[in-house]
């Protein structure tokens, strides 16, 4: 059986979607004769907690850890609540950024490069070369963000004779936060040159959208493979559905996240029929930017919000189930065309309706009309957007309102393994 080494920083007890993708592929890797042996940090920061997901380790996997170093303790010294929001991903846009926020951010951006977790690169790299030595290890897999984490495959790369495989979760220079970071010329500099050395020296990069790999082809002549994330199939009994007509958005909200038509749309239905505003209600599963939370109430949806906070994975699937509609919303810039939630592929396996909300040009949109799993609209867009929303109530009336999704199977995180263990084994 072919043995992996796959390097990444986040591993159950996190929370939140950056572990799900690695903590499938290693449920499923040994299925197609590959043995994952997992490199973690011993003593990480994470931002939000999932004890529940420490049963879905498979059983006698090796994990190996080892410390790390991260200066957000430093930080928390200073101010615990803004260390937690800026880890989290909640970042305000510039002019509603206090002094505070607007200096950790400048710290953040220059003189931690390419992140927080760039202390663990050199540590990582000696203890990581003695195993490959003594275990025969031919094959690294690292996975970013954090994308310090690239940098150990590039250092072990450069001193060992193996094959590496870098995955993007997500875009490096041209991920969404990359501009509120207040960097530098050079800080910008060294970003673009470390991202070219990576793309240049990996022997296989893994994206997991469309549009960033089409970014990085002009960058690297790598072979680069897009294996999107996915869903999981459940064994589990079925979930009543909500007896309000509830939109429900299940992960973080950030700022940027705000789409200001969806909002109006919904306060004119409010305003214009009593049943709809009897009927309807918000459910924001997760962190949410508290600027999101004051533009829905200005248009008058404060009295349908129902925010709880982060919830056990668990428990989001049974949320998903249950929602009579699933919001899925990006920030509206060109550098988040390419951004594909994990949390679409979870949504279309839940099979209720999905209404995106998104940049024009999104690979989501691809995808929800591949499958017929949802609709698509970009910031822009109102009537359309209306019309669609009254077609969901008039369907939720009738008690017929249902998701009518095709062709997901190849999204399963089952199969999606079988994709990336074909790529390891060319």
Not at 96 to 107: D, E, G, V
Not at 117 to 133: G, L, N, Q, T
Not at 207 to 225: D, G, L, M, V, Y
Not at 368 to 391: D, H, M, P, W
């Amino acid at each position: 059986m072919k043995k992996v080494l796959i390097i990444t920083y986040y591993w159950p007890p996190a929370g939140g979607p950056g572990v799900q993708r690695w903590l499938k592929f290693v449920k499923y890797l040994r299925e197609y004769q590959i043995e994952p042996i997992v490199y973690i940090p011993e003593n990480p920061e994470y931002p939000m907690l999932d004890i529940s997901l420490n049963s879905e380790v498979p059983e006698n996997i090796t994990i190996l850890k080892n410390k790390i170093f991260e200066p957000y303790f430093l930080a928390k010294l200073f101010s615990k609540k803004h260390t937690s929001i800026i880890s989290s991903g909640i970042i305000a846009e510039g002019k509603k950024q206090n002094i505070l926020q607007k200096l950790f951010l400048y710290i953040r951006g220059n003189f931690f490069i390419p992140d927080a977790r760039k202390f663990w690169v050199k540590p990582s790299i000696e203890f990581i070369s003695d195993y490959i030595s003594k275990n025969n290890i031919t094959t690294i897999i690292t996975t970013g963000p954090p994308h310090s984490l690239h940098l150990i495959g590039l250092g072990l790369k450069q001193k060992h004779k193996i094959k590496w495989v870098a995955d993007f979760r997500d875009p490096w220079t041209r991920i969404g936060y990359h501009e509120k970071l207040r960097l530098s010329k050079r800080s910008r500099e060294k970003h673009l040159k470390l991202e070219k050395n990576v793309l240049s020296e990996a022997n296989h990069i893994i994206t997991t959208s469309f549009t960033t790999k089409a970014e990085f082809e002009k960058k690297t002549s790598r072979p680069i493979t897009v294996i999107t994330n996915g869903y999981d199939v459940l064994n589990q009994s079925e979930v009543p559905l909500d007896l309000h007509f509830t939109f429900s958005h299940i992960g973080s909200l950030l700022s940027g996240r705000d789409p200001k038509n969806l909002w109006q749309v919904l306060g004119e239905l409010v305003a214009e029929n009593p049943n709809f505003a009897r009927d309807l209600k918000i459910k924001l599963v997760g962190a949410v930017s508290d600027e999101v939370v004051l533009s829905m109430k200005g248009y008058g949806l404060g009295i349908h919000l129902e925010i709880s906070g982060y919830v056990a994975h668990k428990e989001a699937l049974k949320i998903q189930q249950s929602a009579q509609v699933l919001l899925l919303i990006e920030i509206n810039s060109e550098e988040t065309k390419g951004i594909i939630p994990g949390k679409l592929f979870e949504y279309m396996a839940a099979k209720r309706p999905i209404l995106a909300v998104g940049p024009p040009e999104w690979d989501v949109e691809k995808i929800l009309k591949e499958t017929s799993a949802g609709s698509c609209f970009n910031y822009e867009e109102r009537e359309n957007l209306k019309v669609q929303i009254l077609s969901y109530y008039e369907l939720f009336k009738q008690g017929k309102l249902k998701s009518e999704s095709k062709n997901i199977e190849k999204y399963s995180r089952r199969n999606l393994t079988g994709n990336l263990a074909q790529l390891l084994t060319e």
